[in-house]
């Protein structure tokens, strides 16, 4: 196996000025994964879906003013997370398709 197509758990946190831009990208991460917190998602992704967030956000923020930092966490990295306060891993909802 190849790995394509495979989803990858990715960290995604912006830093976006303008509030239209902000709602723009806010809810293209949304589409893709969890809010953890304010500017913060996680994203349970593809490679191929991991371009297409990168193309589409780069059509978005203003790269003078506004970052986005997408960073991969590998399982055994994920495995060691930890919270504290309010913080909560969203829960792991398994979605079935039939073919």
């Given at each position: 196996m190849d790995g394509t197509g495979m989803?990858?758990?990715h960290l995604a946190a912006y830093d976006?000025?303008?509030d239209q831009r902000r709602a723009q990208l806010s809810a293209l991460l949304q589409a893709y994964g969890d809010r953890i917190q304010y500017s913060?998602?996680?994203l349970g992704i593809t490679p191929e879906e991991l371009v297409e967030i990168q193309s589409r956000a780069a059509?978005?923020?203003d790269e003078n003013t506004d970052s986005l930092?997408?960073?991969r966490q590998c399982a055994a990295c994920w495995e060691e997370a930890r919270t504290l306060?309010?913080?909560h891993?969203?829960?792991r909802v398994l979605h079935y398709t039939v073919m």
């Open positions: 989803a990858m758990m976006v000025h303008e913060v998602f996680l059509g978005i923020i930092w997408i960073v306060g309010q913080a891993p969203p829960a």
